[in-house]
């Protein structure tokens, strides 16, 4: 029996876009006689749309894959090309602006996804563009006040770290905020369209970028370096925004027209989502520098190196995320709850299987991939990367606690487990950084992801309470 789907337009050219059920060829009679004029389009059902599907998810792991190794390789040439101590100076005015630009910034990228897609859903074209013009502008007003922040703060940087060449290095990163403060407004067009397979080669892109500015800046000393990086983002930010634009214009065009009662819960949700990275910036990127000022900043270099394996935890599960974040926050706006919460039980438990299998193994193989990665100078670090491959084995199970707060609508979520997690760590950090320097650090990170995994285990099992409570709703019941 033949299958047919009626289907408006086209789902990828059309954003308004539907498909009905399946059904026999006989029993729909708009299958045979539907005038050619009409913009109807008769296809067999499935095949194609789930095979651009899979490749687009595919698309994505590659992409997300490569990018994660391209920034790993760079970590690599940095750290045999500058040595030792100047890549701990490289190290920790990278990590500053990363705290400054993380700090500062509102993050609006969540809210622009939740409500992108509801305005997607109630085809209101007027309020998505009102959304993300007032997202590009916000910004670029934090990437701004993150570049004077970074020049104001160079000249203290040598009293504070107790070091001395810090001050050109930070000068030279004092940019990286403002060139980069666009790049996650065009990305959102690019997940609003489906088509996280560009973020994915954008990524790539970016970071092979940076790779070949790394190689040519370190030929000439560490602020050569990081200046050199900011131009590779730079260009990367200016063709990740002509790939968004182009993917917002092909939503329909409409005059742009005011949020009115939407205005103050996205205002909440942007202040919350914003609180929520300020406490995840303590956790990456204040940690760190904590860590150089009680311990210095050769301490920070071992630290990154140590970081490495938990980059490549976290490669291995940022496409799944990518994909939740897009398709769940799309079938929670159509009353899909049940199923997104089964969704991330699946994950949890794909994720734990995968663990489970790697990490005796790195832990084992851990002295000599630092050393024939690194090189001798830095064994140091191989400590403390075994206990944080441990906690970023942990972080791989939860890395759904990024993207659900944005589908179910409740950053505050974020705030709360990340809260818990920052309190821990950072006095961790400076009391065990002191004693026990790059290792110390280590430990603090494992305990307060401990910490950070029970909040979770609680705030997940009250929102399955709260799904199958539900009655099941009826975009639910029309969506099986």
Known sequence: ??????????????????????????????????????PIHIKPLAPVMRSRLLWRRSATAVGLYAAVALGLLGTVVASRVLGLESFGIYATALVAASFVQTFLDLTVEDSLTKFGFRYI????????????????????????????????????????????????PILASALLPLVQAPENVAATALLLRGRYDLRGAYLTFSMALRLAAIVIGTQFGVWQAIACIVVA????????????????????????????????????????????????????????????????????????????????????????????????????????????IAGVRRYMAAAAGMMAVALPLFLILMPWLVKVVFGSAYEGAVTAARIILLAAAIQVVLGWTKSLPVTIGRPSLRLQTHGIETAILLPLVVGFGYTWGVTGAAIAMLVSTVAFALAWAVVLARLHVEVESRPPTSGSAAQR
């Open 233 to 340: 983002q730079a260009l990367a930010t200016i063709v990740l925004s002509f790939v968004g634009l182009s993917a917002f214009r092909r939503f329909p065009s409409a005059a742009a027209r005011p949020l009115d009662e939407d205005r103050a819960p996205i205002k909440s949700f942007v202040v919350q989502s914003s609180l929520a990275t300020g406490m995840l910036s303590m956790r990456t990127a204040l940690a760190p520098l904590l860590l150089g000022v009680v311990a210095g900043p050769t301490q920070v270099g071992l630290f990154r190196i140590a970081q490495a394996p938990q980059a490549g935890l976290s490669a291995a599960s940022s496409p799944v995320r990518l994909v939740l974040l897009t398709e769940q926050t799309r079938d929670w706006e159509h009353g899909l709850e049940r199923e997104v």
């Open 121 to 168: 859903a109630a085809e209101d074209w007027g309020r998505l563009r009102r959304l993300f013009a007032m997202a590009l502008r916000f910004k670029i007003i934090g990437g701004a006040l993150g570049c004077l922040v970074l020049i104001a703060f160079a000249p203290l940087a040598n009293t504070v770290f107790g070091t001395s060449g810090l001050e050109a």
């Open 1 to 38: 029996m033949r299958l047919c789907t009626l289907r408006i337009a086209s789902a990828e050219d059309d954003p308004k876009a539907t498909s009905l059920d399946a059904v026999p060829v006989e029993h729909a009679p708009w299958c045979r006689t539907a005038p050619a004029a009409l």
